[in-house]
């Protein structure tokens, strides 16, 4: 079945980059999304990129689509402390309430 | 809008009590979803309603959970008799499903089951 995969841990330095990485198996997807859960609240949509882009950039958040190789990165530029959170990787196709989440991974950012 | 009003944020009970939890989605978004967050399963996505309507409970873990949407503004959850594996976090968000589809999620409510 559809699934969407991410690794559980990243660390990374204050005022580093961070690239946070979700494989997904599904071609038709339509939307991907990153999404942030910050402790003891829901998740908040980051930004997403519709399929037939490459990339998407938003002040700090550059997202990146690998179709070819169902590849969606997120990179987080000058990492602050505030980013330390859960960042879901989700898809889903358009005209359907169908969401499909990856298991998060959680980013802790080190002053 | 102030988003999607969840309560309680936390509810402590014991096995085989009934557990409510509420929801406010956001007014003018016409789909509304409740999910479950645990450590061990993720998110799981347990009902789905469309303009009010249930549209896919299959992800409801058994005949003790069911969930109803009476109107637009409001949807409950509702876990009778309760026991200590349905502690999670439970989320409702809701969304327009229009366009990119774009989910706003609650503070979720925390329940613990001893």
């Known amino acids: 079945g559809e699934d969407v995969e991410q690794s559980l841990f990243l660390s990374v330095r204050e005022g580093d980059s961070s690239v946070i990485n979700c494989t997904y198996t599904d071609s038709s997807s339509t939307y991907l999304y990153w999404y942030k859960q910050e402790p003891g609240a829901g998740l908040q949509l980051l930004t997403y990129?519709?399929?037939?882009?490459d990339m998407k950039q938003d002040q700090r958040l550059t997202v990146l689509l690998n179709k070819k190789d169902k590849h969606l990165s997120l990179r987080i530029a000058d990492t602050q402390t505030g980013d330390s959170a859960i960042y879901f990787c989700a898809e889903s196709h358009t005209g359907t309430y169908k969401y499909i989440f990856g298991t998060g991974t959680r980013l802790k950012v080190l002053a | 809008d102030a988003g999607v009003i969840q309560s309680p944020r936390h509810e402590v009970t014991e096995m085989g009590q009934e557990v409510t939890l509420r929801c406010k989605p956001i007014?003018?978004?016409?789909?509304l979803f409740w999910y479950r967050q645990t450590m061990m399963r993720g998110l799981e996505l347990l009902i789905y309603?469309?303009?009010?309507?249930?549209?896919?409970d299959s992800g409801m873990p058994e005949d003790r959970f069911s969930a109803k949407m009476p109107n637009a503004s409001f949807s409950t959850l509702k876990i009778q008799p309760s026991e200590p594996r349905d502690s999670a976090v439970y989320f409702c968000?809701?969304?327009?499903?229009?366009?990119?589809?774009?989910?706003?999620f609650g503070a979720g409510s925390r329940l613990t089951v001893l």
């Open positions: 309603f469309n303009n009010n309507v249930p549209i896919d």
């Open positions: 007014s003018g978004h016409n789909s």
């Open positions: 990129i519709f399929s037939n882009m």
């Open positions: 968000a809701s969304s327009d499903v229009s366009g990119a589809n774009v989910l706003t």
